[in-house]
């Protein structure tokens, strides 16, 4: 369903951000809200409504109803209270 991938350590920029990797595939969250599927073959124990987070260490494995899906390099979650904030 998704691969995320982890930020390549040539990302660091120094001059931007001092000793942290570019983070933005550690700060993925993806939201599927009332999914239906079609089809022979369909994900199995999918909510209709859930969340596709990064792998993010120390983090992501703290999260309330996620699990990790190796295969994704990424956890799926089913908690509304997950979202990204913008500014």
Do not use: R
Request: proline share 7%.
């Amino acid at each position: 369903m998704a691969y995320i991938y982890d930020p390549p350590e040539e990302w660091n920029n120094p001059d931007d951000c001092i000793a942290f990797p570019c983070t933005a595939p550690s700060n993925v969250v993806i939201t599927h809200d009332k999914v239906t599927y079609s089809g022979l073959i369909t994900p199995k124990d999918t909510a209709s409504s859930f969340q596709i987070v990064s792998d993010t260490k120390s983090a992501s494995e703290n999260l309330d109803s996620c699990t990790f899906k190796e295969s994704w390099n990424a956890w799926t979650c089913v908690n509304s209270y997950l979202g990204v904030l913008e500014f």
